[in-house]
């Protein structure tokens, strides 16, 4: 009932940039907090960056100052900004999103999307 599509993801060369975009869709009464999550093989997905419904926003250490994340809550969708980039940013991200909806019954429910790969090198 709910989808979330992510955009964005690709190869950049170390010290460039790359947006990320993930749109949330179907029977949607509210989004809550939204997030980007990203995971290497071998290892656990992590946090990269999250926002809340009210703009409040939280990053990673090891991508603080680097990264921006950003909504638009008329279209229902994430972006994540980011810069400086390095080879250990390479995995696949993942946006996440905290969901209220409203069919086929209320409900709030945490919801991925499919990944994004990003490659970072030269």
């Known amino acids: 009932q709910v989808q979330l599509v992510e955009s964005g993801g690709g190869l950049v060369q170390p010290g460039g940039s790359l947006g990320l975009s993930c749109a949330a869709s179907g029977s949607i009464f509210s989004i809550n907090a939204m997030g980007w999550y990203r995971q290497v093989p071998g290892k656990e997905r992590e946090l990269v960056a999250i926002i809340t419904g009210g703009g409040y926003t939280n990053y990673a250490e090891s991508v603080k100052g680097r990264s921006t994340i950003s909504r638009d809550n008329a279209k229902n969708t994430v972006y994540l900004q980011m810069n400086s980039l390095k080879p250990e940013d390479t995995a696949v991200y993942y946006c996440?999103?905290?969901?209220?909806?409203?069919?086929?019954?209320?409900?709030?429910?945490?919801?991925w999307g499919q990944g994004t790969h990003v490659t970072v090198s030269s």
């Open positions: 996440n999103a905290d969901i209220s909806i409203s069919s086929p019954s209320w409900g709030r429910h945490d919801y």
